[in-house]
């Protein structure tokens, strides 16, 4: 029976391998794979279509807080787009370069995902490298460095629920998660060299020691934030910090350029200090959730309407295009334009996180888990990552991706005698390092380059990118194994 519950996710892999098909078609026939499995693995006695109808509906409802964010963050683009075509600024103002791509990879973007989380650092990094001059394909496949630091994404919502699942302190787990998450970053830079390499910025010896040195800031700001502040001030605080260093350092700006900055960044800032501002304060955070929270399921996230930050990207959108004088026609240009674009990463959304839903909540996803136990003894820990970057992989989410695996990996680490600490981050670390390449991330950069179905192609161009992870991700998971041993 094993493999009939694993067969879904086989098949959801080879289609996407195939580049025949989008991500959207895999999903519909992921989906439609893992009904009858899941009718077989739940308990006798239960109405069996009435818990798959339930399940279903906790999945479309988890899945409808990242379609918030795609059709808010879409509108959101598409604002900006008209505003910049208004003022007459060109679309590549600039060129890139190496630095410039850096900075956009490893300190643009993961600010804003941790600012605001749920690909919304997708959203802004790839706009930002269309200006630079970048091929649209090669943007897209560049923006995904935005989920780099996706463990403190969102403020950090996903490790903090992936942490309590396991019983560990915060910081314990964030301090831990660091540990894992520095190779996975040494093996994005290495990723990130040879791709620059083929767009024609290769960098040479300096460029390289350049790079290491930021790399080695980042990752110490990210153990001193976690180890001395709190987990979800990791990536907002360390790149908040390193982001205008570096722009000076780069930029060199007089007056008038951080003047520009500033004005073109406006929307951003503004969005940024929204979050944070609704969420500095808890008074203030509690009574945002409690006066508008809507929660139809009672082990469910609550969507709360003056809070959730698909809302408030609405918000700064819509004060966007009343700052700059949008008139009818322009709105009903930007909301056609950004559905247009946004129907297909959110159809793509809602059919992979109700997979995943029905895959945890049917038992197959536990069934799983004991019989790789059973079989492997104490070498499962080296299925950890790839049990995390699964789930990762198909629900685009890494709350979803730690309230699936988490309570499983912690089976593991009961049953083999590793350090629970050590399974819950590499838990952390793989699922979210793997939503990065989920079929939900990769139709959403295809939205935003005008591209919608060209998956295939943005997935065949970081495919060094995924096997640098996973590389990364198991010879960590290797040395925990080892070590116990």
Same mark, same amino acid.
């Given at each position: 029976? %094993? ?12 289609? %996407?391998?195939?580049? =025949? ?7 519909? !026939? ?15 006695? =239960? $109405? ?10 906790? $999945? ?40 410039? %791509? ?28 269309? #200006? ?33 699942? !396991? ?19 040494? /093996? ?19 460029? @390289? ?19 001395? *502040? ?5 990536? *907002? ?8 260093? #570096? ?8 007056? !008038? /350029?951080?003047?520009?900055? *500033? ?7 503004? %969005? ?101 136990? !059973? ?12 049990? $995390? ?34 399974? /819950?981050?590499?838990? @952390? ?12 991330? *990769? ?16 997935? #065949? ?25």
């Amino acid at each position: 029976m %094993l493999w009939g519950y694993a067969a879904p996710t086989v098949l959801v892999i080879v289609l %996407l391998a195939s580049r =025949q098909v989008s991500s959207l078609t895999a999903g519909i !026939a992921g989906l439609a794979a893992t009904i009858p499995p899941a009718v077989l693995a739940l308990p006798d006695g =239960q $109405g069996t279509m009435a818990v798959l109808a339930l399940e279903s509906g906790k $999945g479309a409802w988890l899945a409808w807080h990242a379609i918030a964010v795609i059709l808010a963050g879409l509108f959101f683009h598409e604002v900006g787009r008209i505003v910049t075509r208004q003022r007459g600024e060109d679309a590549a103002s600039t060129e890139y370069s190496h630095r410039r %791509l850096f900075a956009a990879c490893f300190l643009l973007g993961p600010f804003f995902e941790a600012a605001v989380g749920f690909g919304v650092g997708l959203v802004i990094v790839v706009p930002t490298l269309l #200006r630079l001059g970048l091929a649209p394909i090669w943007a897209a496949v560049f923006g995904l460095y935005s989920q780099a630091m996706v463990p403190w994404g969102a403020m950090a919502i996903g490790s903090t629920v992936g942490a309590g699942l !396991a019983g560990l302190p915060a910081d314990v787990a964030g301090v831990a998660t660091v540990a894992v998450e520095v190779p996975v970053l040494v /093996a994005l830079l290495l990723a990130f060299w040879w791709l620059v390499g083929r767009i024609g910025a290769r960098p040479g010896l300096n460029a @390289i020691l350049d790079d290491v040195g930021w790399l080695a800031a980042i990752c110490a700001g990210l153990y001193l934030t976690n180890r001395y *502040i709190a987990l979800e001030s990791g990536a *907002i605080v360390t790149c908040g910090i390193l982001l205008p260093l #570096r722009f000076f350092r780069d930029e060199r700006p007089d007056l !008038a /350029a951080w003047q520009s900055l *500033i004005a073109r960044a406006a929307p951003y800032l503004a %969005l940024t200090g929204l979050v944070l501002l609704t969420r500095a304060a808890e008074p203030v955070e509690a009574w945002l959730r409690a006066a508008s929270t809507l929660q139809p399921f009672a082990d469910s996230l609550g969507f709360a309407l003056l809070h959730h930050v698909s809302v408030l990207i609405l918000v700064v959108a819509i004060g966007n295009g009343l700052a700059h004088g949008l008139g009818a026609r322009l709105w009903r240009e930007a909301a056609v334009a950004a559905w247009r674009a946004a129907w297909r990463p959110a159809a793509v959304t809602l059919v992979f996180v109700v997979m995943g839903r029905l895959t945890g909540a049917s038992g197959m996803a536990g069934a799983m888990t004991e019989t790789l136990v !059973a079989a492997a003894g104490g070498t499962a820990v080296l299925a950890s990552p790839a049990m $995390g970057g699964l789930a990762g992989f198909l629900t685009g989410s890494n709350v979803a991706s730690n309230a699936i695996m988490m309570p499983l990996q912690a089976q593991i680490a009961a049953h083999t005698g590793h350090p629970l600490t050590w399974l /819950a981050a590499i838990q @952390i670390a793989s699922g979210n390092a793997l939503t990065m390449f989920s079929p939900i991330r *990769i139709a959403m950069g295809a939205a935003l380059i005008g591209q919608p179905g060209g998956e295939s192609e943005i997935y #065949r161009r970081s495919l060094p990118m995924a096997a640098a992870v996973a590389a990364a991700l198991f010879a960590f998971a290797a040395g925990v194994w080892a070590l116990a041993g």
